[in-house]
């Protein structure tokens, strides 16, 4: 009899198997293996078993039959008591195994979502957005798992109790089960819920690119006062979600009232029909008339309480959709593929045939036009021209990123298209340094051991020392065991050139490719890689990018470009005679270089200290290290340095929060609460009242007055007919009511969660356990697993103890010794409901923690899609990612058991409950049997829907504690208090500023800077990379405090600022420009203090910034999407987007860190003019390389590790012959 109770609350497998034959995957099966067949095959095993179950249910419909109930009751109490044992056994087994499965098949869509993802070609990735496909692993496949797991042996078991009470109907009276089945409801509404669940669900992911695009750029959003802003795009998103989470609540709540009014009508119409076939024709008996209604009762009731698994199927399906669509979609360039040859020589030899190519994610612009040149094997070949010319696209053709639109590329190596070539192994033949240079979160030994696996120690050393890395990493106190932060942001920009040129070297690739390598180095650097890089060029071929023109003379051949076009060709001797583009470009650098025209006269001096300085470092440290270094290689033979074996992370202590404060933040949706609760209550209420109504069925085949008889029926089918009603009301208004206000905590707790996360100080996104990609995760999971222990489910508890108080009492009113009965078994539940709570809080905790590190893992991958693909590491970090999987897969299993054991014991009580109730005094087991049954029934449904609410608080009690963690966490710098003074004139003064950054607290990296500058004056630091100049810039902006010191505005420590206000006054160009994913304007406005910035004030600073004409040639002109992290534009026009953007931002001090590093000469001539015209009237910072852009500076600061050791003008410097002298005029490093 139990069977009904066993539980509304996970309903979602279905759904998933339908979603996915709409996906064109065929069910479970490419996802599936030996070890999962085997354990598919017990699930359906074990959904026979949900339907012996459903037949438990049953087996006491045949008391109805019998004539003589009383000699029987002992017989059936014995039946229950066993029924009871074998339902104990088959709901743990199907509860639990369909859990494993789901969890192996969710780990599975997970890894196969992953792989093809990172098989795309970089054409879909310009489409796509990086955050959205984050957000799809997370979250909708956690919908996923959600839709199936126990809902399939759930649903299952809900569907067989159906078909089993009307087979029931059919063999005990045809008739009247068929009059009932021709106004049964017909469910419909899937189709029209999975689509809804499908608008929502993109809503959010556009929600999760946007979050994971401000939280990858945080220093570029707090350097521009942007988190208010960008809280609101979020938030824009979320409304949009919101809109079709509440129509899909309305559409479900309707169909609910509807299906339950239409079951209502069915048991009137059965009653009715039935009394007439006892009464007038005497066809059945009242016992086989109760064996029929109570089959389809049953059978209806189960129906109904099933339909919450069509809305949870249809999430499920609207969340596969895209995930499913992605995994059956076809590369483009299959970047794994094995198909292709793999040469056996490499002469390195590349032709262009008449290249044509356009941008996939911009069609209407043609970047190379009908592009034919020859590359010789073995030569170095530079190509130079001004930003947008299509050179970086030619070495992205090379690289099989893209393939042409028109005519062919081709490598001749043995003249052999580089499409037919395998593409891995292509790859593999290439090294490049791009111009914006990308480190992974690992060791630095390891992200120059990316360039080649096989790599031991001391090739690792060797390429370090080439790249004139070595010194500086063994600086560190960890050494190349130093961890280089997100995305190297622990790292200066040059030194992460330098890793990245030593990841290139270690690589002794057949063909180089340098994309402006050296763009981020200081003189002493520079001068020293090239010649490293000089090195390197021999015996392979090599293509140069720079802008830096003294870097490529000495190539072998020099292509000039223009507008897509490779229009001139020859050495630089050559092309200075031609009087074209190169010389154009020549002329407009040499002007007023002076360093520039001093380097090619004293090339003599600078090689002859290169060979001191590489004599007097060469041996000494190397043997000093030799003990460490075998250490090291120890280490990383053994694996444990790579990606995903990171160092340990102290987890932080994670209080628990009370389920009333989650509460609070649906406060200001109490009517709408309420209201639900009342519905629910309702709704709650109307399951015990069979009790009554079948004791008044009974009731009415015992009046011996015909008239009085029919007047019972009647008024029995009515009062079928009112609850129906009701029932119609009161379910819709649950449906609704719960699905407003879920949504609207959702929302509101995304938007707190994201708006918390922005307001953090920059040294909090330093540590690694709060990563772009951990911290996305998080949000998208967070607040919708709190929302799912809230909303609906507040519904379902109300309803559950509203069911069990009203059964409670009609059982009382019955009969008191059923009732202690009852009672004195709940404790029994309670303390199972308790120990699978606390035990499922656990696993969640777990599950949490494993996602966030997947998270992390897929985010950088995906992030930096083309350094992955240019150094061939898809595989690696599929491998760590999938080994990642392993921690949630594991808590899974130990999670289906405790569930599986709680579940089966929830549902075997009632019937143990029963079998006693079975066993009472004669004289109480008639009325018992007749009249309580039902009662007894209908709690235990209860109990069972209450219980199974426990895996959902579990998560959201997780979720909720992380959650009020990160929003009750006070960040050292505040950036949306309103305290402190609002004033900025100008002047600026570090007074002997101390500092560590809080990720690397054994690293000084201040140690006493001092310097000061009055306002309208220019302050430039000048020094090797590493040795602070960045970071002084960083506490000016108040990214961070200084330990000890102080850093002063106007005389006033910057603590008392408003940190608002201040960077308000503040413009940054910063050294790798970080542009949004949408237009140039939009862009440019982000810069604006105002909300209101008109067209006229974008295009005036983007013509200050010699951007305008550029921008004008584009088809969609200032309309024109820049692309994720400004991916369509070059890096010269993403630069010169930025100092616009800093531009219309009218600032009083302005910072210029490496502003005009990407540019070419000619837009450097005009952008420098147009910064010196900016810096009038403003006080400035500048940081520059090029010495020739900082002579005219009001102060000179020589930096050299952490402080300043010479200050001056530039002639009073020169004069003093010191350090910046020597630089000057040599290129010798500070010391």
């Known amino acids: 009899k139990k069977k009904k109770s066993e539980r509304i609350s996970n309903n979602q497998q279905k759904m998933f198997v339908s979603k996915k034959s709409e996906c064109n995957t065929s069910n479970s099966v490419p996802f599936s293996d030996i070890r999962n067949n085997l354990i598919l095959l017990l699930d359906i095993i074990n959904s026979i078993n949900s339907i012996i179950n459903s037949f438990f249910f049953f087996f006491f419909f045949f008391f109805f039959r019998l004539l003589d109930i009383e000699q029987e009751m002992t017989k059936f109490a014995g039946y229950y008591a066993g029924i009871g044992c074998a339902v104990l056994v088959l709901g743990y087994l199907q509860i639990c195994l369909w859990v494993m499965a789901a969890a192996r098949q969710t780990q599975k869509i997970r890894k196969a979502y992953f792989r093809k993802v990172m098989r795309m070609d970089i054409g879909w990735f310009d489409c796509t957005s990086v955050g959205e496909l984050n957000t799809r692993i997370s979250d909708d496949v956690n919908k996923i798992n959600e839709a199936i797991a126990d809902q399939v042996a759930i649903f299952i078991q809900r569907l067989t109790t159906f078909v089993c009470g009307f087979l029931l109907g059919f063999v005990s009276g045809w008739k009247l089960t068929l009059v009932i089945i021709a106004v049964s409801p017909l469910i419909g509404v899937g189709a029209a819920v999975a689509k809804l669940t499908g608008r929502e ?70 009653f009715w029909y039935g009394s007439k076939l006892v009464l007038e024709e005497d066809e059945y008996s009242p016992g086989t008339l109760l064996q029929v209604f109570f089959g389809v009762l049953v059978g209806a009731l189960n129906l109904g309480q099933a339909s919450p698994c069509l809305e949870a199927f249809a999430t499920g399906r609207g969340a596969a959709t895209d995930i499913f669509e992605t995994i059956d979609k076809k590369p483009t360039i299959d970047c794994m593929s094995e198909d292709g040859y793999k040469l056996d ?31 010789k094997a073995g030569e170095t070949t530079a190509f130079v021209g001004a930003s947008g010319a299509g050179k970086s696209t030619t070495i992205q053709l090379i690289q099989r990123f893209y393939d042409p639109t028109d005519g062919m590329v081709s490598i001749t190596l043995d003249g052999h298209d580089i499409r037919s070539l395998n593409i891995q192994w292509l790859r593999s033949q290439i090294g490049i340094v791009e111009q914006e240079p990308v480190l992974f979160a690992t060791t630095i030994a390891e992200n120059i051991r990316y360039g080649r696996d096989e790599a031991t120690m001391d090739d690792i050393i060797k390429a370090a020392k080439q790249a004139n890395a070595y010194r500086f990493i063994m600086d560190l106190p960890q050494q190349f065991d130093t961890h280089v932060g997100e995305g190297g942001s622990q790292m200066s920009g040059g030194q992460k050139q330098r890793i990245a040129i030593a990841r290139a070297l270690v690589r002794n690739p057949k063909i180089l490719l340098l ?21 390197a060029h021999l015996g392979r071929t090599s293509i140069s990018i720079a802008h830096r023109l003294s870097t490529i003379k000495s190539a072998d ?17 050559e092309l200075m005679k031609r009087k074209g583009v190169y010389f154009m470009l020549v002329t407009l650098q040499s002007k007023g270089d002076a360093a520039l025209t001093r380097a090619a006269t004293e090339s003599n001096a600078v090689k002859s200290y290169l060979r001191t300085f590489q004599e007097r470092h060469k041996k000494p440290l190397v043997r000093k290290k030799r003990k460490f270094w075998y250490r090291v290689l120890h280490n990383a033979s053994s694996g444990d340095s790579r990606l995903g074996t990171e160092p340990v992370v102290v987890e932080e202590d994670i209080k628990p929060v009370p389920f009333t404060r989650i509460l609070k933040y649906n406060a200001s949706e109490w009517p709408y609460m309420v209201l639900g609760s009342l519905g629910a209550a309702v709704n709650g209420a109307v399951s015990p009242l069979y009790a009554l109504l079948f004791s008044q069925i009974l009731g009415t085949f015992s009046v011996l007055d015909e008239e009085e008889q029919k007047t019972q029926i009647n008024g029995v089918c009515l009062l ?30 995304r938007k707190i969660g994201f708006r918390a996360m922005l307001g953090q100080d920059i040294g909090w996104f330093d540590d690694r356990r709060n990563s772009p990609g951990a911290l996305t995760t998080r949000l998208a999971t967070d607040a919708s697993q709190v929302q799912g222990a809230t909303g609906s489910q507040i519904g379902m508890i109300v309803n559950s103890f509203t069911n069990i108080g009203v059964a409670i009492i009609i059982a009382f009113y019955f009969s008191w010794k059923l009732s202690l009965v009852i009672m004195c078994f709940l404790p029994f539940l309670a303390l199972s409901g308790a120990v699978q709570a606390k035990m499922l809080t656990g696993f969640a905790a777990q599950d949490k923690k494993a996602l966030e590190a997947t998270g992390r893992i897929s985010s950088e991958a995906l992030s930096n899609i083309r350094t992955v693909a240019g150094i061939g590491k898809e595989k690696m970090f599929i491998d760590t990612f999938e080994k990642n999987l392993v921690m949630p897969y594991r808590a899974a299993i130990k999670k289906a058991n405790v569930y599986g054991i709680s579940f089966g014991f929830a549902q075997s009580i009632v019937f143990i409950a029963n079998s006693f109730s079975l066993q009472l005094p004669t004289n109480d087991r008639v009325p018992l049997s007749c009249r ?54 100008g002047s600026i003064e570090f007074l002997n500023c101390k500092f560590t950054y809080p990720s ?19 302050l430039a630091f000048v020094g090797s990379s590493g040795c602070g100049k960045s970071t002084s810039v960083q506490l000016l902006e108040r990214f961070y405090d200084p330990e000890k010191g102080s850093v002063l505005i106007d005389g006033h420590d910057t603590k008392k600022v408003n940190v608002q206000f201040l960077r308000s006054k503040i413009g940054v160009v910063s ?22 910035t008109t067209m006229e004030k974008v295009i005036e600073a983007a013509q200050k910034a010699q951007l305008h004409d550029f921008v004008m040639s584009l088809p969609e002109k200032y309309e024109t999407n820049v692309g994720a992290q400004g991916s369509q534009m070059s890096r010269g026009q993403k630069q010169r987007i930025a100092i616009a953007r800093a531009i219309i931002r009218d600032p009083k001090i302005l910072l210029l860190d490496e502003a005009t590093s990407a540019l070419d000469t000619e837009s450097e001539k005009t952008v420098q003019a147009a910064l010196d015209k900016a810096r009038e009237g403003r006080t400035c910072i500048v940081i520059a390389h090029r010495l020739s852009t900082i002579q005219n500076a009001d102060i000179i600061a020589v930096m050299s590790q952490g402080t300043i050791i010479e200050r001056g003008t530039h002639d009073e410097l020169m004069a003093m012959e010191g350090a910046y002298y020597k630089l000057v005029t040599t290129g010798a490093p500070i010391s």
């Open 345 to 375: 020589k490499v002469r390195g030899e590349i032709e262009f045939h008449n290249v044509t190519f356009h941008y996939p994610s911009r069609p209407d612009v043609k970047i190379l036009d009908n592009i034919n040149m020859v590359i």
């Open 1000 to 1018: 690397r607290p054994d690293i000084q990296v201040l140690k006493g800077l001092s310097v000061a500058v009055k306002p309208g004056q220019t």
């Open 201 to 270: 669900l993109k809503a959010y992911a556009k929600a999760g690119a946007v979050a994971d695009e401000v939280l990858s750029s945080i220093r570029t959003v707090a350097a521009f006062g942007g988190e208010k802003k960008e809280v609101e795009r979020y938030d824009k998103n979320l409304v949009f979600a919101q809109h079709w989470g509440i129509r899909k609540g309305v559409i479900m709540g309707l169909f609910t009232g509807y299906m339950w009014f239409v079951i209502f009508l069915c048991y009137a119409l059965a």
């Open 515 to 535: 994309d402006m390598a050296t763009s981020a180095l200081d003189n002493e650097s520079e001068a020293i890689v090239q010649e490293a890089l000089h090195k």
């Open 720 to 749: 079928f007919v009112l609850i129906g009603l009701l029932s119609f009301f009161t379910q819709f208004l649950q449906g609704y009511t719960f699905a407003k206000s879920g949504e609207l905590l959702t929302r509101r707790l």
């Open 1071 to 1092: 050294q790798e420009p970080v542009l949004f994913d949408c237009s140039i304007a939009d862009n440019i406005k982000y810069g604006s203090n105002s909300k209101d």
């Open 932 to 985: 309580v049954i039902s009662a007894i029934v209908t709690s235990g449904t209860a109990l069972g829907r209450a219980s199974s609410y426990t895996p959902n608080y579990a998560k959201a009690k997780t979720s909720a504690a992380r959650f009020f963690q990160l929003i009750d966490r006070v960040p050292e710098i505040s950036v949306y208090s309103e305290k402190g003074e609002k004033w900025v004139r």
């Open 557 to 573: 051949v020099i292509i000039g470009f223009e507008h897509g076009r490779a229009v001139e060709r020859g050495t630089h001797e």
